[in-house]
C-alpha cells in the first residue's frame, strides 16, 4: 500500500447523499470527462466505519482528491467536511464503484378509466 493522501471528506447520514440517484449521476458525469479513474469515492456506512471517518455507523461519504468537487457536493446535498489522511490505493480497491443506482418509483397519477 501507498502512503496516506491527504483527501477531501463529506459525510452525511445515510441516504442524505445518495438517495435519490442525483449522486450517481455526478459520479458519472465527472468520470465521463475526466476519465475512470477521477478520484473521488463512495463509501456506505461500512465502509466510513472501516476507515473510521465517523462514529455514527449509519453515516455515508464522498472522499476526493480535489476539495472543490466536494465544496460542490456540500451545497448540493449539505453535510459535513473534513480532511482525512486516507491511502487512495486502499479505497480504489474497496470503494471504486459509485453509488446503487436509486429505486424508480412510479410518481405518476393513477388514470381511472372514463366513460364518455
Known amino acids: 500500500m501507498s502512503e496516506p493522501d491527504a483527501l477531501y471528506v463529506l459525510l452525511a447520514p445515510k441516504g442524505q447523499l445518495c438517495g435519490n440517484g442525483q449522486l450517481r ?16 469515492w463512495y463509501l456506505p456506512p461500512q465502509l466510513v466505519q472501516k476507515f473510521e ?6 453515516f455515508e461519504a464522498v472522499i476526493a482528491a480535489d476539495p ?20 487512495a490505493d486502499e479505497l ?11 429505486v424508480r418509483r412510479d410518481i405518476g397519477l393513477e388514470k381511472k378509466n372514463q366513460e364518455t
Open 25 to 40: 449521476e455526478s459520479f458519472d458525469e465527472r468520470r465521463a470527462r475526466r476519465g475512470n479513474d477521477y478520484p473521488m
Open 53 to 58: 471517518l465517523h462514529d455514527n455507523p449509519d
Open 68 to 87: 472543490s468537487a466536494i465544496a460542490w457536493l456540500k451545497l448540493r446535498f449539505g453535510g459535513e467536511r473534513k480532511t482525512a489522511k486516507i491511502d
Open 92 to 102: 480504489w480497491e474497496c470503494a471504486s464503484k459509485p453509488p446503487e443506482r436509486d
